[in-house]
């Protein structure tokens, strides 16, 4: 995994879409995100064979723009469709083993600590997404907000490592993830739920550039 896919790092599931996911996903990707998750959680949720055949609309927009198409969670569901990679959190399924399971895939982690962050390295990770930087209403069990701190620190000791912030990123406050060193911002809201997904990616995408 390249680090500047992380740039603009979109994710979203479809009770996060004010219209239909593949739309949202379609003018994201026309604004210039450069990385997917996609991340079917939440009231409405799909699942079973419904959540597997929406995920394969969006991999496929995803392959045709040449853009990572990741898999929150649902490690069975990535193996079997051959998803580009998986995202895991602290009370997932363990990084070690989801490494090799995954083989030579995209594997992300998510961390709260320095501990954390060195542990998701030994086990592996390609990289680790970190938060929530700022408030959140999109994730209901959210750890306390932390601040780009960490993020700061983390680039510190280890400044090749591939690090992101989420939660409650905006085109507003993301200029601050990026100088704090984070390679790329993951939002949920700041596109989907904008008028205009397309400028939404887009003004994101400037941020990087700017920062970067
Ligand atoms: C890029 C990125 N960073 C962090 C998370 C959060 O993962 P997790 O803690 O497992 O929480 P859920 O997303 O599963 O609710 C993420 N998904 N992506
Ligand atoms: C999925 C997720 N994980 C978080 C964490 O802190 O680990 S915050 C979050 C929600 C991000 O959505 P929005 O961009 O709408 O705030
Ligand atoms: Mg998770």
């Known amino acids: 995994m390249k680090k500047e896919q ?10 996060n879409c004010r219209t239909s996911i593949d739309e949202t996903l379609q003018a994201a990707i026309h604004g210039g995100i450069t990385m997917f998750q996609f991340r079917e959680k939440g009231e409405g949720a799909l699942t079973g064979e419904t959540k597997k055949h929406q995920a394969l609309r969006l991999q496929s927009m995803c392959k045709q ?12 569901l990535a193996i079997e469709i051959g998803a ?9 399924e363990p990084a070690s083993v989801v490494r090799k399971k995954i083989k030579g895939g995209i594997v992300g982690v998510s961390v709260h600590t320095m501990d954390e962050f060195e542990k998701a390295i ?10 929530p930087i700022y408030s959140t209403a999109t994730k209901t069990d959210a750890r306390p907000v932390a601040g780009t701190t960490l993020i700061a620190k983390m680039k510190e000791k280890y400044p090749h490592f591939p690090i992101v912030g ?4 905006t085109i507003e406050n993301a200029v601050d993830v990026m100088k704090a060193g984070a390679d790329g911002v993951s939002v949920i809201t700041a596109i989907s739920h904008a008028n205009k997904p397309d400028q939404a990616a887009s003004k994101l995408k400037n941020v990087f550039s700017k920062t970067k």
């Open 6 to 15: 992380l740039a603009v790092y979109f994710i979203a599931g479809t009770p």
């Open 65 to 76: 723009a040449g853009i990572p198409f990741i898999v929150n969670d649902d490690i069975d």
């Open 166 to 169: 989420i939660g409650g990123i």
């Open 122 to 131: 030994i086990d592996g990770a390609d990289y680790v997404g970190t938060g």
């Open 84 to 92: 580009d990679g998986v995202h895991i959190g602290q009370e997932d």
